[in-house]
């Protein structure tokens, strides 16, 4: 079998989508997700002018091969844009051979080592009141775990906060890629932060009691020894995971945070490679892997990733917000129903748009994600309706200080 086309399409069902689909000789079509938020269009020609064409003729059966050839014969490696469109081409192929199988592609992997995914929903609120309704809300439609983000206190925007509040009966509605131009500029105080979030998570136990695992995003925001403060200080709040409490490119700055807390550590949705975690998986300074299929070179590296983290009980926690496309979220709903060393899945929903360009047969029930049992990925790419949503720019938001210093987002 070979392949004989490699298409790229960008669609903006609410918010932009880059997706592969390479099609073989018999016919069988295989798609992968390439969407890096805000600079979709970079891996977009990435693809375009520099993969597409080294496809053609190739084996769609030989996934590893095509990964490695891809990875190493660019000479230069890693990286997001990279990373992504690799991604897409694996995933693309795994779907194939899913497809030619007859199997769903966790079959592949191993076959399913549990019955469902947990998975954790976003709640947030710009107030305390605001935001009981939407963990209440988030309860109701079968959430068992749920992250916590607030608005601070003299703080105008913040990360995670949805605009429109869960009582007016809206879907969550948080995506942080404005539309236009220019990237939204955002304000940040740590000190702030640090002294406010406590007490929300203080009210949110005495609310809602010590059962339900609750987790938080730092967004990379915090130097190691404020991540420190900010550990021991939610000690007493038995969070799930504090995420990305530092800046992800200083590994080193773990041992810090370690050294001062047993809040469990989550971290990894910007890594693009195995060699992002080595340090930090060999001396156990986190507890989940925040990978993204779609940002780490696909299933293939995602799988290994994981099967590295479980010599040393580190767990799965995959990066799933919307701006993971319907099919690389399903890519890491394989990886995570076949490897043994799962731990949760973020799942944000995805708008009633996206779902007309990608038909998907995953389901979420009581709280527990499933891929569904569909020959391959389980996605069918409706290439007129994407043909409908063109791409619109947009940026994610960056912040200041009160200074005016540039800070991580
Ligand atoms: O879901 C999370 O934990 C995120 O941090 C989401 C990111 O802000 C988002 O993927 C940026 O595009």
Known sequence: MKIIAAEVFVTS????????????????????????NGRELAVA??????????????????????WQFLYRSSYWRRGPVTMAAIAAVDMAL??????????????????????????????SGADIPSLFDSVREHLELGYKSIRIQTAIP?????????????????????EPAGRGA??????WDTRAYLRHLPTVFEAVRNEFGPEIPLLHDGHHRMTPIQAAKLGKALEPYDLFWLEDCTPAENQEGLRLVRQHTTTPLAIGEIFNTVYDFQTLIKEQLIDYVRAASTH???ISPLKKVMDFAAQYQIKSGFHGPTDI??????????VGLAIHNYGIQEYMQHSDKTNTVFEQS????????????????????????????????????????????????
């Open 182 to 187: 220019f990237p939204q500029e955002e304000d």
């Open 94 to 123: 795994w779907d194939i051979k899913g497809k030619v199988a007859g199997l769903p592609v966790y079959q592949l992997l191993g076959g399913a080592s549990r019955n469902g995914l947990r998975a954790y929903g976003h709640a």
């Open 13 to 36: 069902p609410t918010r932009n989508f880059v997706t592969l689909r390479i099609t073989t000789e018999d016919g069988v079509t295989g798609i992968g997700d390439a969407t890096l």
């Open 325 to 334: 496309s319907p099919v690389g979220f399903a890519a890491q709903l394989h």
């Open 154 to 174: 003299g703080i105008k925007a913040v990360y995670g906060v949805a605009a429109q509040a869960q009582a007016s009966g809206e879907r969550y509605d948080y």
């Open 296 to 298: 780490f070179g696909g």
């Open 362 to 409: 995953m389901t979420f029930t009581d709280g527990y994600l499933h891929p569904g049992d569909k020959p391959g990925l389980g996605v069918e790419f409706n290439e007129e309706a994407a043909n409908s949503f063109p791409y619109q720019q947009a940026y994610l938001p960056y912040n200041r200080l009160v200074d005016g210093t540039v800070h991580d987002w």
């Open 45 to 66: 020609a990435y693809l375009k002018e520099h993969v597409a064409q080294l496809l053609i003729g190739k084996d769609p059966h030989r996934i590893e091969d095509t």
